[in-house]
Nanobody, 128 residues
Framework: QVHIVEFGGGLVQPGGSLRLSCAVS????????IGWFRQAPGKVREGVSC????????HYAESVKGRFTISRDSAKTVVYLQMNSLKPEDTAVYYC?????????????????????WGQGTQVTVSS
């Protein structure tokens, strides 16, 4: 059974930084890709950054390019999202999603918020 847990959210001032963590059960070799997604109130879930386990390719949403960085620690089976220069419009619940049974490009995974498993999410609020 797959378990995904996100943590690291919180309240931060505009211009600040946060690092989110996504712990997944098993090992990275059990998955094809893992990504970060977010959903703001009244909006649909959108892909933030997606990373392939197979070929290490990554995709970032235009709105976060240059500010967010996805990375992983294989020993801990944790995927991180380093978020810098945060803006109020980054406020959302951030979710971690994993593709286990299907293989897509990372742009597809992010553009369509496509994952086989999801975590419960962690709230990020950017406000002064």
């Amino acid at each position: 059974q797959v378990h995904i847990v996100e943590f690291g959210g919180g309240l931060v001032q505009p211009g600040g930084s946060l690092r989110l963590s996504c712990a997944v059960s098993g090992s990275f070799s059990d998955y094809n890709a893992i990504g970060w997604f977010r959903q703001a109130p009244g909006k649909v879930r959108e892909g933030v950054s997606c990373s392939s386990v197979r070929d290490l390719s990554t995709h970032y949403a235009e709105s976060v390019k240059g500010r967010f960085t996805i990375s992983r620690d294989s020993a801990k089976t944790v995927v991180y999202l380093q978020m810098n220069s945060l803006k109020p419009e980054d406020t959302a619940v951030y979710y971690c999603g994993a593709l286990k049974f299907r293989i897509y490009t990372m742009q597809h995974m992010c553009d369509f918020s496509d994952a086989d498993y999801w975590g419960q999410g962690t709230q990020v609020t950017v406000s002064s």
